[in-house]
């Protein structure tokens, strides 16, 4: 079925092609799963499917590059697996998921990435790949990213500078993570907070009782994002290595990231739906339940300012990619940490609504036009991550990933209704413009007016190259041109100083390396240098102010500490 499915001729026909940079209106002519013409009056052979687009827009299918299924994650199994996961994916106009793989402290990355791969090609209905990663750092890490590049079609991988104790890497190991992935072309996911302060926020919040989900983001301010931010751009830049700033979250962080850009460093960032659609007054909710759903890292910001700072920074590029960081949990779940909000798994869903939203959010409110939209849910990730043209862009040669949507149609958000895990959505109510009519997923029509028609385990997975041009095409120039070089110069002929090692003889403290203690053990011995510790004040009668003439009286104007106008 998924071979016939995959070989179908299809025709759509009447729309307007949105790609980043340009619309025009064209038909698409799909065979064998890729695009093979697009433009008008087309020369089509007979069978194929014509689907009508006439006022609508035809796109290519989204990347949802931040999506997590089929995994436990602090103690609570995640609610969707690669079946139900890019189903609603499908279902939502996303046509491409790119999932994490996260292996425990200590535990081979290679074993994690072929258990999360047979997991996925036994249910995944859409093309995915993989990010792993990086949870502890030593040599057989170094090893296994390299051959995850080599021999497994993985090329990026994120690292955490928040979850001390769980997955936090130090600024040392960072950096040497960083070089790793420069020299074997990998994209390197930095997720910026400052773990450590994190940490002890966290246990002063509970020490004053504060022990509900408001304590999320008590303990984990923007400033701790910001701050992290920095040091992560400034440790990849020391590394010569681009970065990938992902879940940016605040207005500070924001600024740091454009900061960086306009200094020339390579820096791209994502940000998540909930971050540019609502604020962290959800946290303080009297529903404990509501409150705890929202809980996402780094958290909803209180400024209510946020969302839209965020939305702005997605259409005007300083934001790269917008992801749904999908990992969704049930109430009950969420009820481990009822007395202890630092034990309240984090995550969100939102891979179904993703599309929507955005549109719903950015377009609708003039902060995108439709082809920064597309940029920001779809070709922007297949650039970062070395799949464009294939995928991101309606061109011949190009997969068949497209979106059929209609900017006039509406929806109305709600959990009742949706096909993703959880049970909460964070839109609820919401009325979006933006739906999509029809998906083509790799040539194959998955989902047409709402009915899903696309089998379990049809995906595949998308084996990715390295060295991106868009990442790294600056980063080779500048190792030509900005390479450390040594001053060349005739060697030095003159004499040397001894080393006098006096000091801890001034000190007493004993012999200095197998030397003899001559002076006695505890005396201090003055040769020559005056310790400025010590008083000038001398016994032998002359003075280190001799010199200077007398005078009998000085009238004191402004003493210290003002005039005094009482008896002392």
Not at 67 to 84: G, K, P, R
Not at 124 to 152: F, I, Q, S
Not at 392 to 418: C, E, M, N
Request: aromatic share 6%; glycine share 10%; net charge negative.
């Amino acid at each position: 079925m998924a071979a016939n499915m995959g070989s179908m001729r299809i025709l759509i026909k009447g729309g307007k092609v949105v790609n980043d940079d340009f619309t025009q209106e064209a038909d698409v002519y799909i065979e064998n799963g890729i695009i093979q013409q697009v433009g008008k009056e087309l020369m089509i052979p007979g069978g194929a499917k014509v689907i009508d687009a006439s006022g609508k827009l035809v796109l290519p299918g989204g990347i949802d590059t931040s999506v997590h299924l089929q995994e436990t994650f602090m103690n609570a199994s995640i609610q969707d697996d690669f079946y139900s996961g890019t189903k609603a994916a499908l279902m939502g106009g996303t046509t491409m998921v790119m999932g994490l793989v996260l292996p425990e402290q200590h535990c081979s990355l290679l074993d994690a990435y072929e258990k999360c791969r047979a997991q996925a090609d036994a249910k995944a209905c859409c093309d995915y790949a993989l990010h792993v990663g990086v949870t502890w750092w030593g040599p057989k890490v170094r090893n296994e990213m390299e051959t995850l590049v080599r021999e497994h079609g993985v090329n990026s991988f994120q690292m955490f500078m928040a979850y001390k104790d769980m997955m936090m890497l130090r600024d040392s190991e960072l950096y040497q993570t960083l070089q790793t992935c420069k020299d074997i072309g990998a994209i390197a996911r930095v997720h910026a907070e400052n773990g450590e302060l994190v940490a002890e926020s966290a246990k002063e919040a509970l020490d004053l009782g504060i022990s509900g989900p408001e304590g999320i983001e008590i303990s984990r301010p923007e400033e701790l994002e910001s701050e992290a931010t920095h040091r992560a751009v400034t440790i990849a830049n020391r590394a010569r290595c681009p970065i990938y700033l992902v879940n940016v979250s605040s207005m500070s962080a924001g600024d740091m990231i454009a900061a960086a850009k306009m200094q020339g460093k390579v820096v791209h960032a994502e940000t998540t739906v909930a971050h540019a659609v609502l604020n962290g007054m959800q946290y303080y909710h009297q529903d404990w339940a509501h409150a705890a759903a929202h809980v996402i890292i780094p958290p909803l910001r209180l400024d209510p300012n946020t969302p839209s700072y965020l939305m702005g920074l997605l259409g005007n590029d300083t934001l790269s990619v917008v992801a749904s960081e999908h990992r969704p949990f049930t109430i009950k779940q969420r009820a481990l940490g009822k007395e202890d909000f630092t034990k309240i798994p984090h995550g969100v869903a939102g891979v179904q609504d993703r599309m929507s939203v955005i549109w719903e959010r950015g377009v609708v409110t003039g902060k995108m036009d439709e082809n920064r939209f597309v940029a920001v849910t779809s070709s922007n990730a297949a650039k970062i991550y070395n799949l464009y043209p294939r995928k991101g862009r309606i061109i011949p040669g190009a997969d068949a990933d497209l979106v059929v949507w209609d900017p006039d149609a509406t929806r109305t958000i709600s959990v009742s209704t949706q096909v993703q895990g959880g049970d909460f959505n964070l839109y609820e109510g919401l009325r979006c413009h933006g739906v999509p009519l029809v998906t083509i997923s790799r040539g194959r029509l998955v989902c047409e007016n709402g009915v899903f028609m696309c089998a379990e385990g049809s995906g595949k997975f998308y084996p990715q190259r390295t060295f991106p041009d868009y990442l790294y095409k600056k980063m080779v120039q500048r190792e030509k041109t900005q390479a450390y070089k040594g001053v060349v110069r005739d060697p030095y002929s003159g004499d040397v100083a001894m080393v006098a090692n006096t000091m801890k003889k001034e000190l007493g403290l004993g012999p200095i390396d197998g030397e003899a203690n001559k002076g006695g053990s505890g005396i201090r011995v003055h040769q020559g240098v005056r310790d400025l510790h010590e008083s000038s004040f001398s016994l032998s009668g002359s003075q280190v102010d001799d010199h200077i003439p007398k005078r009998s009286s000085a009238r004191i104007l402004a003493p210290p500490g003002g005039r005094s106008s009482g008896i002392c």
